[in-house]
């Protein structure tokens, strides 16, 4: 069974709409972290945003936060005012059990496309 | 720039030989971790330290594949006798302890 899943293979939005990706994770850990990574076209994976299974608060960056709802393992990314420079492809992933080391699980990502 | 730096950033070769790639990742993270991307996928991981100690190895770590990290410091990731599929980006992450990972820009290796 997938650890995570991105549902959305590919989106396309208008520049300076508010964009929601989705992001769905399965694990029977009580501690656990999810992150999302932006990837452009040239390749560097890029840190946006983490979030702790424990934090309270949805974790925000900037334009970036992070709409996690525990019960529903679901952790969707929001970026608000979309600007062509968020086109890139976006990627969901999970660490499993804090004193585990760095070994993330990746969901296949979605591709953000902003038209202008 | 003290962010994670990878080199080469593309390799060309054939099948056969052996290719090298360095990562230096930032210079206080004691955690070093090698993943390996195919194109269309999230990024696999392959191995990682712990200082110089390398304290994991994916199956996906062929007898073909070694990492080393000498010092601590600078990583080396070999693979001998490549084949076709090894095709793929190399991604190199440092991190402080069990902190967020900071990834490289990527080896991109074409096996022709």
């Known amino acids: 069974a997938q650890k995570i899943t991105q549902t959305q293979p590919g989106m396309f939005v208008q520049e300076k709409e508010a964009v929601t990706l989705d992001c769905t994770y399965d694990?029977?850990?009580?501690?656990?972290?999810l992150f999302w990574y932006k990837q452009p076209s040239s390749g560097e994976m890029i840190f946006l945003i983490y979030?702790?299974?424990?934090d309270e608060q949805n974790a925000t960056e900037g334009r970036y936060s992070l709409n996690f709802q525990k019960a529903r393992k679901s952790a969707n990314l929001v970026i608000s005012a979309s600007q062509l420079g968020d086109s890139a492809m976006y990627f969901c992933?999970?660490?499993?059990?804090?004193?585990?080391?760095?070994?993330?699980?990746w969901g296949a990502g979605t591709k953000l496309i902003i038209k202008p | 720039d003290t962010g994670v730096s990878q080199d080469p950033r593309h390799k060309i070769t054939k099948r056969g030989q052996n290719v090298t790639f360095r990562c230096d990742p930032i210079s206080e993270h004691n955690r070093l971790y090698w993943y390996r991307q195919t194109l269309g996928q999230g990024p696999e991981f392959l191995t990682y330290f712990q200082n110089e100690a390398q304290l994991e190895k994916s199956r996906l770590l062929s007898d073909r594949f070694s990492a080393e990290r000498p010092k601590g410091s600078f990583s080396t990731l070999e693979i001998q006798r490549t084949e076709q599929g090894d095709s793929a980006m190399y991604l190199c992450?440092?991190?402080?302890?069990?902190?967020?990972?900071?990834f490289g820009p990527g080896t991109r290796l074409t096996v022709t």
């Open positions: 694990t029977s850990d009580q501690s656990y972290g």
């Open positions: 992933a999970m660490r499993e059990a804090m004193d585990s080391n760095y070994q993330l699980i």
């Open positions: 992450a440092s991190s402080l302890d069990q902190g967020t990972g900071y």
């Open positions: 979030q702790g299974s424990y």
